[in-house]
């Protein structure tokens, strides 16, 4: 039972890290100071949720486990995050969409786990729930701006919408070792949510999409290995470094 919520907590650890790193790659670069710092902080926020993870499954590891070991030290086949998270930037109106999709997701999930028996993984999810409730309004915001805007905003939100809606049904897909929550469950509602946003922007739900799976299982898109790659560049090739 201990391996099952060790691997669900390394789970939730590794799609609020990836999606953190994917995010943090727009520091300097948003279409506007005010936004750049906007999703600086959320890329933030995203750390913070995965090193409290982190430590919680360090814990129940023990042994020579830290949380920068989990983070900096498994291979690709070992991270359990998403594959949703793990998909490129694009363009602005990709990177909100996939923020939107997750938050709207990890907020639902996050209000049920702060029910949780574990006392320990339902601290970190209520605590986390301040954070995602601002992660979902600023993110469904803009895509209501760029999906109801100009004929080039709402065609890139459609092209975003076709790349990352077959990652979606993912969300929704029991993990093996996911024993917590019954996921299933929180579909209708997320679907239900989404539509009330993507109506206000006037953008088209999905039907009968093909949903891509594996990210919770190891088995991950080609893009994974270059984040770590980027991620873990420093602790590999200068073991053990302090600042």
Not at 44 to 50: A, E, K, P
Not at 195 to 213: G, H, S, W, Y
Request: charge should be negative; hydrophobic fraction near 40%; include cysteine.
């Amino acid at each position: 039972m201990e391996n099952k919520l060790i691997d669900y907590i390394l789970s939730l650890a590794d799609t609020t890290l990836i999606l953190a790193q994917r995010n943090a790659e727009w520091c300097g670069h948003g279409p506007i100071l005010e936004q750049d710092i906007a999703i600086t902080n959320i890329s933030l926020d995203l750390i913070g949720q995965s090193r409290n993870f982190y430590q919680y499954a360090a814990n129940l590891i023990g042994g020579d486990a830290t949380e920068d070991s989990l983070a900096y030290l498994r291979k690709e086949r070992e991270f359990k995050n998403l594959l949703l998270v793990e998909q490129p930037n694009g363009d602005w109106g990709q990177t909100i969409l996939r923020q939107y999709l997750f938050s709207q997701f990890q907020y639902l999930l996050f209000e049920k786990l702060e029910h949780s028996k574990d006392e320990q993984l339902a601290a970190i999810t209520a605590k986390a729930l301040k954070e995602i409730k601002y992660h979902v309004r600023w993110s469904s915001e803009w895509v209501i701006r760029l999906g109801d805007g100009t004929a080039e905003s709402k065609t890139r939100m459609l092209k975003a919408i076709e790349e990352l809606w077959k990652y979606t049904g993912e969300m929704f897909v029991p993990g093996e070792y996911e024993k917590e929550i019954d996921v299933t469950v929180l579909k209708d509602e997320w679907l239900q949510k989404v539509k009330i946003i993507f109506d206000e922007a006037t953008l088209p739900l999905p039907e009968n999409v093909f949903m891509q799976t594996g990210g919770k299982e190891g088995v991950h898109t080609e893009h994974l290995g270059y984040i770590l790659t980027e991620l873990q560049y420093m602790q590999r090739a200068y073991p053990n470094s302090t600042w």
